[in-house]
């Protein structure tokens, strides 16, 4: 019974070890999606990949410093907008690292 009980801890904190590694994976995955997934909601008006369709600018060829820095722009005010500034208030500084990263990389990709 102590013996059992031993294994049982052992098991427990074995188990703890995993499930502590498997999150430290999925928030590093979670990360780069997040970016992604931010990005997908420019598509709407910034068109595919950010290479846009129409009248609203094209945003493909922006690095993730500019981008970041265009957006925080944007959510402070700083820089004028009729859609931006709105749509840039949702995200925290986080999420608009995130996004500016991934469409950093797209433009390293030349898409
Ligand atoms: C509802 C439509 C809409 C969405 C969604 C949208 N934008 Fe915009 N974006 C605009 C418009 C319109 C402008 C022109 C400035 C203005 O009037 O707001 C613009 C301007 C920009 C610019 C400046 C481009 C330039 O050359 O001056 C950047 C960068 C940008 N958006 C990035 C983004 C990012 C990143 C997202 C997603 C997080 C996003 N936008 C989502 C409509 C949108």
Known sequence: MFLL???GKAAL???AGTL????????QAQEISRGEVIATTCYTCHGTYGVS???IPSINEI???RMAAILQAYRSGQRVATVMGRH???YTDEEIREVAQYFG????RGK
Not at 21 to 26: F, N, Q, Y
Not at 105 to 108: M, S
């Open 88 to 90: 840039a208030s949702g």
């Open 20 to 27: 502590a590694l498997a999150g430290a994976a999925t928030t």
């Open 63 to 65: 690095s993730a410093d």
């Open 13 to 15: 904190s074995c188990l």
């Open 5 to 7: 009980g031993k294994t």
């Open 105 to 108: 990389k797209l433009q390293k």
């Open 53 to 55: 369709p129409g009248a």
